[in-house]
């Protein structure tokens, strides 16, 4: 089972790497870390991530898995990531993507028609693309599974396992790499944290953020 990971300068770092310690442990899986020349990529984190090959030497992904990140704005321009994605979710088993992600996905037009989640500051984007937003940490219509915001990405990989080889398999992993979450606050959605955070959130990063996703969308979709 090959599994693709599709990544692009200023990645969220954790997009990409709670996914890929779980779906790694995958038996009979090899992972495919991309990029479009094979060269480090810049993360949110102020660290580079060093793929492990390019586009061009890239075998037909299994699953294929797209995370976010503010780079998604520069990405969704980028032609030859999003005919890379086009071209590899043709014969996919699973296409999936983690937070803004899912935006990649839709430049692909892989969203169309489809239910869909994505970071919560950004769902109402979701319709540009075609997509209904369906307010869930993890979503799957057919073989496209999009997940949250972040760390949300480690229950996708839990949701996806199950689905590519068994619970008994995905529980097993989540054993082995100790998953049993328990912050010491509840406050990670806008629906349980208090109201002031939230706003102050979104009129401080969040918002802005937001508009400048949209106006990439919308610039995509003219070109």
């Not at 038996?27 to 991530?49: E, L, M, N, Q, Y």
């Not at 869909?116 to 940490?137: D, I, K, N, S, V």
């Not at 915001?149 to 082995?176: K, N, P």
Request: charged fraction near 15%; glycine fraction near 8%; proline fraction near 6%.
């Amino acid at each position: 089972m090959n599994i693709v990971f599709v990544l692009f300068d200023n990645v969220t770092q954790l997009d990409f790497a709670g996914p890929v310690q779980f779906l790694s442990r995958l038996p009979g899986a090899k992972t495919h870390v991309v990029s479009k020349d094979g060269t480090s990529v810049s993360t949110d984190c102020r660290f580079a991530i060093i793929p492990s090959s390019s586009f061009a030497d890239c075998p037909q992904a299994d699953i294929i898995c797209v995370p976010g990140g503010f780079g998604v704005r520069e990405a969704i321009a980028d032609a030859e990531i999003v005919d890379f994605v086009r071209t590899q979710a043709k014969t996919a088993q699973w296409i999936t993507s983690v937070c803004t992600g899912s935006f990649i996905l839709g430049a692909a037009g892989l969203l169309q028609g489809k239910r869909a989640t994505t970071h919560w500051a950004y769902t109402q984007l979701l319709p540009l693309y075609g997509a209904t937003h369906e307010a869930a940490r993890v979503v799957r219509d057919g073989n496209l599974v999009t997940a949250g915001g972040v760390t949300s990405g480690i229950d996708f990989a839990l949701e996806l396992m199950a689905l590519a080889q068994g619970e008994d398999v995905a529980r097993t992993i989540q054993l082995a790499l100790e998953y049993d979450p328990a912050p010491p606050f509840a406050g990670g959605t806008p629906a349980t944290a208090p109201a002031p955070l939230v706003s102050d959130l979104r009129d401080r990063l969040y918002d802005p953020a937001a508009q400048e996703m949209g106006d990439a969308i919308r610039q995509s979709l003219i070109v």
